[in-house]
């Protein structure tokens, strides 16, 4: 194996503190008595120039011992200890480190939990998806930057290309088969020519049961969030993948079009609010859901585990939504409250996603809606109404709303406006007989 040291590259690429913490995790391990290796995507994204601060280190030895020295002498915390001799330590100044134990993994049978036995770097690096991700740097002092590349990871990032490191990859392991259209799409790589056949043939065998579903379920929310992922998902159905989200699923140019529009409605969002939280691949996952039933629906989110909270964002994505596209598409002009209320109830991924399926005059109106209306909020507060002799009850939430929908129509401007609404609102009330809480 030729041998090149990659020292120089890491100096110059990663932050200095990356970068001496780095250098210490080697000097560590020598003076234990372990040997240390800087793996996975990080070496990957090194000799790509791209920037990934997640450290993953494997060690020859004990993977927990060390995790507890390291954070000992570097004054870090060792948190989530693993039966699979995992830890992570975290030091001040949000570094963290993931600590693995070099090992072999066998299956017991396709798909299930790996077995753990101790072993060495390159049977550790052999159980990696893929030849791009299964390169290490040496990290002990003698030998610090020394690239260790068992299955030509180097000269396929040249070719760019994503191979398999062996032809029982995606059955052992079928999330997988979704990790390589995600490497792929991101660095805009191709699959390798027999990878692309191993995986066609692992989606006509895999199967995701209890076990697997939620690591499913997480690399489908990797792609998803994903800066781009229309590319990834359009692979993904060329490969039949999408069955294995629901088999109804139809990539047809509706679909196509309406995740376009997801992609442009995110980018544009982000642009627009870029410390607003919001869940991107939900909405992705949502749209990828659209041509299937409510009942459909509900069960394809309890069987990938989504919380109630996310499940009843997808439902309500997808209640009444003809309704109020046909609302906001009138071509007279809408008042700014009767834009609100089409809106108002609805989680911002929702909102997104229902951005994403219009055009022209309905866009219009719902990119006003985030810009402005959900921004206005009434002057006088609860607090004053109660002292105006109101009681809290439906019809103190109805003034509430009410007095909003005038200021967003301009109707009234200042706090007094306000108050004089509310005390003409309540005078109304009473001379019509109707309580006033
Ligand atoms: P990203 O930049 O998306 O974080 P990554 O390569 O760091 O990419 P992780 O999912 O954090 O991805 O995994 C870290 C490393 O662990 C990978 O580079 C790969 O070597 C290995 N790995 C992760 N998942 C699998 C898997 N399902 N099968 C085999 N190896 C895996």
């Known amino acids: 194996m030729k041998q090149e040291n990659l020292k120089q590259m890491m100096k110059e690429k990663l932050p200095g503190k990356v970068?001496?913490?780095?250098?210490?995790t080697g000097k560590i391990a020598e003076k234990e008595g372990y040997s240390a290796y800087l793996v996975g995507g990080m070496v990957r994204d090194l000799l790509l120039g791209v920037e990934n601060l997640d450290i993953d280190i494997t060690v020859e030895g004990e993977g927990i011992a060390f995790a507890e020295k390291l954070a000992k002498r570097l004054s870090g915390r060792v948190q989530g200890k693993t039966r699979f001799g995992t830890a992570v330590v975290t030091f001040p100044g949000r570094l963290k480190v993931d600590v693995a134990t070099a090992r072999?993994?066998?299956?017991?049978?396709?798909?299930?939990?790996?077995?753990?036995?101790?072993?060495?770097?390159?049977?550790?690096?052999?159980?990696?998806?893929?030849?791009i991700n299964a390169m290490s740097i040496r990290l002990n002092p003698e030998d610090f930057g020394i690239l260790i590349d068992f299955f030509g990871g180097r000269k396929d990032l040249e070719k760019r290309i994503i191979r398999a490191l062996h032809k029982g990859s995606?059955?052992?392991?079928?999330?997988?088969i979704f990790r390589a259209v995600r490497f792929a799409e991101r660095y805009r790589f191709k699959i390798e020519k027999r990878t692309e056949t191993l995986i066609k043939k692992a989606v006509k065998l895999a199967m995701f049961d209890e076990l697997t579903i939620e690591r499913l379920r997480d690399e489908l929310v990797l792609i998803f969030s994903e800066k781009k992922p229309l590319r990834a998902i359009e692979k993904m159905a060329e490969l039949h993948e999408l069955k294995f989200i629901h088999p109804r699923i139809r990539f047809n140019k509706g679909l196509k079009k309406?995740?376009?529009?997801?992609?442009?409605t995110l980018i544009w969002f982000k642009d627009s609010f870029p410390n607003e939280k919001m869940i991107p691949w939900l909405i992705y996952f949502a749209a990828l859901l659209d041509q299937l039933t409510p009942k459909e629906?509900?069960?394809?989110?309890?069987?990938?585990?989504?919380?109630?909270?996310?499940?009843e964002k997808i439902i309500k994505g997808r209640k009444g939504v003809a309704k109020r596209l046909k609302e906001l598409s009138k071509k007279e002009e809408l008042k700014p409250s009767r834009i609100?209320?089409?809106?108002?109830?609805?989680?911002?991924e929702t909102l997104l996603l229902l951005m994403a399926?219009?055009?022209?005059?309905?866009?219009?109106?719902?990119?006003?809606?985030?810009?402005?209306?959900?921004?206005?909020?009434?002057?006088?507060s609860g607090k004053e109404l109660l002292e105006l002799g109101l009681k809290p009850g439906p019809q103190f939430a109805r003034i509430l709303k009410n007095l909003l929908y005038a200021r967003l129509d301009g109707r009234v401007r200042t706090k007094r406006d306000e108050m004089k609404y509310v005390k003409k609102y309540l005078d109304n009330l009473t001379r019509t007989g109707q309580t006033v809480n």
């Open 357 to 380: 399926r219009t055009e022209k005059v309905a866009r219009e109106r719902i990119v006003f809606y985030l810009n402005e209306l959900r921004q206005i909020k009434s002057k006088v």
């Open 297 to 311: 629906v509900k069960t394809t989110c309890r069987r990938f585990h989504l919380s109630r909270k996310n499940e």
């Open 170 to 176: 995606f059955l052992d392991d079928p999330t997988r």
């Open 340 to 348: 609100y209320r089409q809106l108002e109830d609805l989680p911002l």
């Open 19 to 24: 970068f001496h913490l780095l250098e210490n």
């Open 258 to 264: 309406l995740l376009a529009g997801v992609e442009e």
């Open 104 to 131: 072999s993994e066998y299956y017991e049978h396709p798909a299930a939990l790996p077995e753990v036995r101790s072993s060495s770097l390159r049977e550790d690096q052999f159980r990696r998806d893929f030849t």
